[in-house]
Every structure is written in C-alpha cells, then in structure tokens.
C-alpha cells in the first residue's frame, strides 16, 4: 500500500489533455512544496519529469505542467502524444530526509 | 554524458547478503548527494536510502534499516548498498538515483537498475 493515492489508470486520445491526481495528507504533499513526477516507459528507469510541484527540468515539454492544491498535487498532460503513453509516479519529500512515492498510474493514450 | 550504471544484483537465498555498487560518471559525483529506490515486479516505486555528499548523514526506509547499508566512495564516483538478512519482500529492481541540485529533494537522475531476486 502506497503512501500516496494516485488513480490507477487513465487515458485519453491523442491532442486531448488529462489530470493525474496524487492525493497525500498534511504531513507529506500537504507540508512540503517538494512534490516531483516521475515518467517510467516499460522496462525503463524512471525519468524527473517535475520538480518542486510545478517545475519543469531542460528537456521536458511544457505540454507538462504540475500544481498542487493543500494534500493533493496533480499532473496535466496537455496536446497528449503516442510517447507520452507510459507509468507516471508522484512523490513527496516528507522531512529527515524521507521520501514516499505514489503507486502510480498507467496512461494510454487511445 | 551523465550516467549511472548500477551492478551487482542477482539471486540469494533468504538470510544471504549482496553487495550493490553505483558507478557514476559525467558529472561532480562529489557535489550530489545520493539515493537507492527500488521497484518490486509489477509494483510502484519505493525510497530505500540516502547518503549525503560526504558520507556522514544518511537514512533508511523503516523496511530495511538494520539491515541495509549505504555507503559511497567519491574518489571512485560510486555509491554501494550493503543488503544483509535479505527476505523475499526485497525481491526488486534497485536504482541508483541523484539527488537534485535544484533544492527542490527530487530526483534529477536514474540509472538503469539491477535485479535482486530473493528465493530459495
């Protein structure tokens, strides 16, 4: 059982744009603006897709866009693309330092 | 190129022990703090460990303290993973991750893993 509640799946067709939620509590996602999203393509490592809730690093799209509203951070994927089709995981730095991950989301796009 | 290669994985009784090194190179290893993630077959994503840049400040996942070590050599660029007392719940893909310079307690890097199977 994961710290965080992320759905287990989603989709949408190419072009539209989805949400992943990441539903935490007031000691974790709630407390700390250290939220990132992590994309995992099949037998991949996982990539930084989004840093600090709502940071992009070079290299990413900026079809991806992250918030957070108190104990719950989300993840849009807007303009959805065929590669985008993969596991996407949040995670919250929770102080010590400690981090807990979200049991991730499978996105396909249709 | 920034690259991570972990190694070291494999099968092991329950009870057996493993050693997991992290190699890293393209970058000022010394300057980037460090961490283990590990990915159990068919399963999300858990934090295992931290070591900061000098070795002198690191934690564990209640899951395996006391029984797992980190550790790191920055003359060699490499982070290592003692695994002691292994049970079959640490059956996963162990990655190496970079702790981000941004100051935002992500993970900027990952290498590509290296499976520990833990059965009889």
């Known amino acids: 059982q994961s710290v965080l509640t992320q759905p287990r799946s989603v989709s949408g067709s190419p072009g539209q744009s989805i949400t992943i939620s990441c539903t935490g509590t007031?000691?974790?996602?709630?407390?700390?603006?250290?939220v990132s999203w992590y994309q995992q393509h099949p037998d991949k490592a996982p990539k930084l897709m989004i840093y600090?809730?709502?940071n992009r690093p070079s290299g990413v799209p900026n079809r991806f866009s992250g918030s957070k509203s108190g104990n719950t951070a989300s993840l849009t994927i807007s303009g959805l693309q065929a590669e985008d089709e993969a596991d996407y995981y949040c995670?919250?730095?929770?102080?010590?330092?400690?981090?807990?991950f979200g049991g991730g989301t499978k996105l396909t796009v249709l | 190129e920034v690259q991570l290669v972990e190694s070291g994985g494999g099968l092991v009784q329950p009870g057996g022990s493993l050693r997991l090194s992290c190699a890293a190179s393209?970058?000022?290893?010394?300057?980037?703090?460090m961490s283990w993630v590990r990915q159990a077959p068919g399963r999300g994503l858990e934090w295992v460990s931290y070591?900061?840049?000098?070795?002198?400040?690191?934690y564990y996942a209640d899951s395996v303290k006391g029984r797992f070590t980190i550790s790191r050599d920055n003359a060699k660029n490499s982070v290592y993973l003692q695994m002691n007392s292994l049970r079959a719940e640490d059956t996963a893909v162990y990655y190496c991750?970079?702790?981000?310079?941004?100051?935002?307690?992500?993970?900027?890097?990952w290498g590509q893993g290296t499976l520990v199977t833990v059965s009889s």
């Open positions: 991750a970079r702790d981000d310079l941004y100051g935002a307690e992500s993970f900027d890097f």
């Open positions: 070591i900061s840049t000098r070795g002198t400040t690191i």
């Open positions: 007031s000691s974790d996602v709630g407390r700390y603006n250290y």
């Open positions: 393209g970058f000022k290893f010394s300057s980037y703090e």
């Open positions: 995670c919250s730095y929770v102080g010590s330092p400690h981090w807990v």
């Open positions: 600090g809730v709502d």
